[in-house]
């Protein structure tokens, strides 16, 4: 079956690094896409991996490894704002995305 | 503004009810989707159109029914609906066809409850 898996809740501090992790099984891969949901807000882009390697855009990061079917978001200098949830999705063989429950991530000052 | 508007962006119906969630977009693209998000649950794509033409129906119970009359609009049309309907429901369009590599715009949802 096609499975991605991240953690359900993360709590770091404001001004630190924290690093979401996704592990992904799925029938072909054609990419890897991180998306920040606010609460009550929609879903918005911030990365897209399909070669392995880090991608970086600011203050987040994105890595992939296609050999070991992960990829990690990296945020530095965490700000209060940055309180949202995280998902990670891919795409599979047929160009479907198959979406990860999300990370939510708490900043405490 | 995200270039995706939905509307309303909160509903609460009787299980008897009709209503209709409506989605717009205003960035010329060519597909347009209904998700469901659960709490703490993965996105679960409903539907997909590209140029105004269904392509995908991932077993949806027929008490959605969806409704797209032209490239910039798509409507979610719901009756008889269940408690366990209950969630949000996000529209997004992408610029290519289904298929591409292609990030999506997401809405910023209509949450449903169902009493």
């Known amino acids: 079956g096609q499975n991605i898996d991240q953690p359900t809740e993360m709590t770091a501090t404001e001004g630190a690094i924290v690093q979401i992790n996704c592990t992904y099984q799925?029938?072909?891969?054609?990419?890897l896409f991180w998306y920040q949901q606010h609460a009550g807000e929609a879903p918005t882009f911030l990365s897209y991996?399909?070669l392995d390697g880090l991608e970086e855009k600011g203050r987040f990061s994105s890595f992939l490894s296609r050999s070991k079917g992960y990829s990690y978001l990296l945020l530095k200098e965490l700000q209060m704002k940055d309180s949202a949830s995280y998902l990670c999705?891919?795409?599979?063989?047929?160009?479907?995305?198959?979406w990860g429950a999300g990370t939510k991530l708490i900043i405490k000052p | 503004e995200t270039g995706v508007t939905q509307t309303p962006r909160h509903l609460v119906m009787g299980m008897t009810n009709k209503k209709s969630l409506k989605c717009e977009q205003h960035?010329?693209?060519?597909?347009m989707y209904w998700y469901k998000q659960s709490a703490k649950k993965p996105l679960e794509l409903m539907f997909v159109?590209?140029?105004?033409?269904?392509?995908e129906n991932n077993s949806v119970p027929s008490r959605f029914s969806p409704e797209c009359p032209n490239s910039s609009h798509l409507f979610l049309h719901l009756h008889t609906l269940q408690p366990e309907d209950s969630a949000l429901y996000l529209c997004?369009?992408?610029?290519?066809?289904?298929?591409?590599?292609?990030?999506?715009?997401f809405g910023q949802g209509t949450r449903l409850t169902v009493v």
């Open positions: 997004a369009s992408s610029q290519d066809l289904p298929g591409g590599a292609t990030e999506a715009f």
């Open positions: 960035l010329g693209h060519n597909a």
């Open positions: 159109y590209s140029l105004e033409e269904r392509v």
């Open positions: 799925t029938s072909g891969f054609n990419g």
């Open positions: 991996n399909v």
């Open positions: 999705a891919t795409l599979d063989s047929n160009y479907q995305l198959i």
